[in-house]
């Protein structure tokens, strides 16, 4: 994978992935939206407060999913995320460059 670019305060890129930093799981979660994904989210354009469609579920494990909206710079988390998150919805934090 190629270097990160730090496109917003809140997203990272590479390749045609888009990355957000998720407060509950505490690490970067990838959304693809470049054609060459086979699956790949919509995304509005607006970097600054970003909405993606469909929902975003992250697996690391049997023991650790995240389940999330992404809309409008912030983040709903579903009810069967497994974090202290879960059913809250919080402003997109701010992404560190790599």
């Keep these: ?17 888009y990355f957000i930093e998720c407060p509950g799981c505490k690490s970067l979660h ?22 993606f469609s469909p929902s975003l579920m992250v697996n690391a494990g049997h ?17 069967d995320c497994h974090h202290n998150l879960a059913g809250q919805t919080v402003n997109l934090p701010e992404v560190e460059e790599l």
């Design 63 to 79: 023991s650790s999913q995240c389940h999330s909206f992404i809309r409008n710079g912030q983040i709903q988390f579903l009810t």
């Design 1 to 17: 994978m190629s270097e990160f670019t730090k496109v917003s305060k809140v997203l990272l890129e590479s390749n045609g992935i």
């Design 30 to 51: 990838p959304l693809h939206v470049g054609s060459q994904h086979k699956i790949r989210w919509e995304f509005d354009g607006n970097v600054d407060k970003p909405t």
